[in-house]
């Protein structure tokens, strides 16, 4: 009972904050960037409201209510017409791709980036590395017309594997970019006690460089799926069968000849943006560490 007591009475005896000191807080804060950031939470948030809501509306409530309202009458038939769209096999067909075009290009553009720190008096290597900087300024849509030729030389049109290859060649410039200038930062006195010991240069590849690039790759992975799961280019010039299309012309089984069944076309969007929200929900503790590990080393 005395300790409650005596706790009670410290509370009441702690001196509040003066009027001047609140009032100078209030004067320091930033309104500008609070409105700013909360107008933009509003521009994003917007949008995405209008998507989900409108997946769940018939296709003639939509045209004849309030496009912001929400459904009166909600319905799932939006998602089960697209899940009857072969989007299963259109799914399938974006996590193959995706992951095939991911991973080499990593393991590439890893073992390349490490060349190019490591020889850093070589002339060639410098040459290599020029030429993927080069590659940073050409646009996929400078050079569709000659990766058409060449798939179609290579007998590889209407596959999976046409849409891989061009992505793993359009993934590596910046991947080497981020790679080499993470491996740069890793101190020499590292890989010299690597090499006192006796290691040879692929045991210091795989020992030393790949745990501490481990970030770099992290972020470069994610950059690169997201790019090659939402592309549209390649997989619109390289495949023609509906049995080879990925998410993105996914959306054209929704268009007819003179109308388009919007709600589908969103609940499309929603079904093909959930992968990867929920991804991200399952290891954003893992995705985080990740990036942070980095500062540490």
């Known amino acids: 009972m005395a300790a409650t007591v005596s706790t009670d009475a410290t509370r009441t005896q702690r001196p509040a904050s003066p ?7 209030l004067r320091d804060m930033n309104w500008v960037g609070g409105l700013a950031s909360w107008l933009w939470l509003a521009i994003v948030i917007i949008p995405i409201y209008w998507i989900v809501i409108t997946s769940f509306k018939g296709q003639d409530t939509y045209f004849s209510g309030n496009p912001m309202a929400p459904p009166t009458s909600p319905t799932l038939d939006n998602y089960k017409l697209v899940i009857q769209s072969d989007f299963p096999r259109y799914f399938l067909n ?8 991911v991973i080499p290009a990593l393991v590439v553009s890893f073992m390349a980036a490490y060349g190019i720190v490591r020889g850093a008096g070589n002339r060639l290597l410098q040459f290599i590395n020029a030429i993927f900087l080069t590659g940073l300024a050409i646009p996929i849509q400078a050079v569709i017309i000659p990766v058409y030729l060449i798939i179609i030389k290579l007998g590889l049109y209407d596959t999976l594997l046409a849409i891989i290859l061009p992505s793993i060649a359009f993934a590596i410039p910046l991947s080497v970019l ?4 993470f491996i740069r930062d890793v101190p020499k006195e590292l890989f010299e006690s690597m090499r006192v010991d006796g290691a040879t240069e692929w045991r210091t590849l795989w020992s030393l460089a790949f745990p501490l690039t481990r970030p770099a790759m992290v972020t470069v992975a994610i950059y690169n799926g997201l790019a090659i799961w939402n592309g549209f280019l390649l997989p619109l010039i390289l495949t023609q069968t509906p049995s080879n299309r990925l ?3 996914a ?8 109308s388009v069944n919007i709600p589908a076309v969103l609940a499309a969007v929603v079904l093909t943006t959930l992968p990867i929200l929920i991804l991200y929900v399952v290891g954003r503790r893992q995705l985080l560490s990740g990036l942070t590990a980095g500062f540490s080393k």
């Open 247 to 249: 998410l993105p012309l």
């Open 251 to 258: 959306l054209w089984s929704f268009q007819g000849q003179y």
């Open 19 to 25: 009027p001047g000191q609140r009032a100078r807080h």
């Open 94 to 101: 974006s996590v193959l791709v995706t992951i095939g075009a």
């Open 178 to 181: 981020v790679l080499s200038n």
